[in-house]
DNA sequence: ACCTGAACACCGTTCAAGT
DNA sequence: ACCTGAACACCGTTCAAGT
């Protein structure tokens, strides 16, 4: 095992990313129950060195949605400095679930993987800070109820990529609809406002899937 | 293989229930991915026995799950009559997100059978058929608005109950939250229509997730 | 008519041997 | 330092033999 940050040896570095590329074109076109070999053979490689870059299949899984939500956070960055700052959060909101519809197999994995996987969990701190501050401006607008937080509004948006992947294939215009009740639900003023408190980051991080349960245990 | 009807075989019948209530159990405790020969063992009989009733583990699961559908349809149909129909209709939602936290894994397996079975296709109908009625008092009743259809409450629903498999099962406080969120998009008058036109039954069941995939594909 | 468990197939993962 | 593919382990499913 290299040292944590020393440079992969340039035919390492390639096979990697050619493992990614295929790994994403086969879970796209087959779904996540797609078999490892098949990826490795469309990268090229053996399959032991698909194992050596990503000691697990949810590994190699995770790895994807951590580029996907990278990327989701820095297209949320652009829009931080719109004239509306409501439409601006809107439209960060559309993006994300245009972007899960893509290939959904991959963020119906972060159910599972969610916060499981270090990586993941940074990335997705990084998603909800950009989302965080659209939805400050948002609500200094006034157009957004000030009594919710951003992880409220990402429970929502989970939802509706959920409906989402469930059956709006079919008519796109569902999700147009959904979000149409997201925005209802968010519109300022609040007819009666929210019970409880906004949860926070550390709130959902606490509520994590059940621990690897290592098969170790006597 | 006996015709459709015939009552089965008093031991027969007796190893179904108990196969039954093996996988219930070992699904809640241990997950979907429990392996079939726990839930064998668990019931007493051979793992062909299993195979003989539910030709498929994702049989098994979904027999379950129909049982659970049936229940919360029931259940919705004893606040037909209620007098304040919105609070009937809310009341379902909650109930229906409890279930599903008592043991998540069954409903997380929705979205995967989700209207590839047939039983669970009749079932979802049935739940729809009764949230359907739910819907149509509290909008008479003018508490709710009159754009949206049952399935449009469904999807969000959905979400709730997604969000709060995530993470909410640390504070009841959140699912309470989010579906007052949803009772903020869903009330009367409508600050703004929604864009296009309720989903119907039929729409849902046309956004089937892929075929099965028989590996009989040359 | 139904039950059983050994045998099979499939797929994620490991590792000894290679370069 | 990295690659490879044969071998292993695990688990869903089948089926020949039993009652």
């Known amino acids: 095992m290299p040292p944590e940050d020393r440079p992969l040896r340039a035919d390492a570095e390639r096979n990697r990313r050619r493992l990614l590329e295929a790994a994403q074109a086969v879970f796209c076109e087959r779904g996540l129950d797609a078999g490892v070999a098949e990826i490795a053979q469309r990268a090229g490689v053996g399959r032991g ?3 050596r870059n990503f000691p697990t299949k949810q590994d190699l899984i995770a790895a994807i949605v951590v580029e996907r939500m990278r990327e989701a956070a820095d297209h949320g960055r652009t829009l931080l400095d719109a004239s509306d700052a409501a439409a601006a959060m809107f439209g960060f909101l559309d993006e994300m679930v245009g972007r899960q519809q893509l290939d959904r197999a991959l963020f ?10 270090d990586e993941i969990r940074a990335a997705h701190a ?4 950009v989302l965080d ?4 401006r948002a609500q200094e607008s006034g ?7 951003a992880v409220d509004v990402l429970m929502l948006l989970k939802g509706v990529c959920e409906a989402a992947s469930a059956f709006a294939q079919v008519d796109p215009a569902m999700v ?3 979000l149409d009740l997201v925005r209802a639900s968010l519109a300022a003023p609040a ?3 929210l019970r409880g408190r906004p949860p926070t980051l550390a709130d959902v991080e606490r509520g994590l899937p059940k621990p ?3 098969r170790a245990a006597s």
């Open 49 to 51: 060195t698909l194992f």
């Open 108 to 117: 119906d994995a972060v159910a599972d993987t969610w916060l499981a996987n």
């Open 126 to 129: 990084e998603v909800i800070g």
């Open 133 to 136: 501050e659209l939805l400050r």
């Open 143 to 149: 157009d957004v109820r000030a009594d919710v937080g």
């Open 176 to 178: 147009t609809r959904h």
């Open 191 to 193: 007819a009666t406002p």
């Open 212 to 214: 690897p349960a290592t």
